[in-house]
């Protein structure tokens, strides 16, 4: 069993950057690919980032160039760096674990996710 902990959500005005945080349990965070999605009132949940056990990293393309995927396995942590951030960035951030090493985009393919962090930019 894993347990995921977002924070560093909150509201930030458009331009600026924001880091989310993702604390999980367990002693075999290392071996998990670790994801970033999204979920915006009015809309469908979507993926945002992914790095695998061994460091690969995947974005969506509305992200890609302004955010990054990092993870420190040494403290269970993985990261969401968010720079330039725009109103359509507004939405509950979310965390998820997969037990499969290699990165996804469905998140079908995810066993564990956290609680959702708010990040709010208004327009």
């Known amino acids: 069993q894993v347990q995921l902990v977002e924070s560093g959500g909150g509201l930030v005005q458009a331009g600026n950057s924001l880091r989310l945080s993702c604390a999980a349990s367990?002693?075999?965070?290392?071996?998990?690919?670790m994801g970033w999605f999204r979920h915006a009132p009015g809309k469908e949940r979507e993926f945002v980032a992914t790095?695998?056990?061994?460091?690969?990293?995947n974005y969506a393309y509305s992200v890609k160039g302004r955010f990054t995927i990092s993870r420190d396995n040494a403290k269970n942590t993985v990261y969401l760096q968010m720079n330039s951030l725009k109103p359509e960035d507004t939405a509950v951030y979310y965390c998820?674990?997969?037990?499969?090493?290699?990165?996804?985009?469905?998140?079908?393919?995810?066993?564990?996710w956290g609680q959702g962090t708010q990040v709010t930019v208004p327009s």
């Open positions: 998820a674990a997969s037990q499969s090493p290699v990165g996804s985009s469905l998140s079908r393919q995810y066993d564990y």
């Open positions: 367990g002693r075999t965070f290392s071996t998990y690919a």
């Open positions: 790095i695998s056990w061994s460091g690969n990293t």
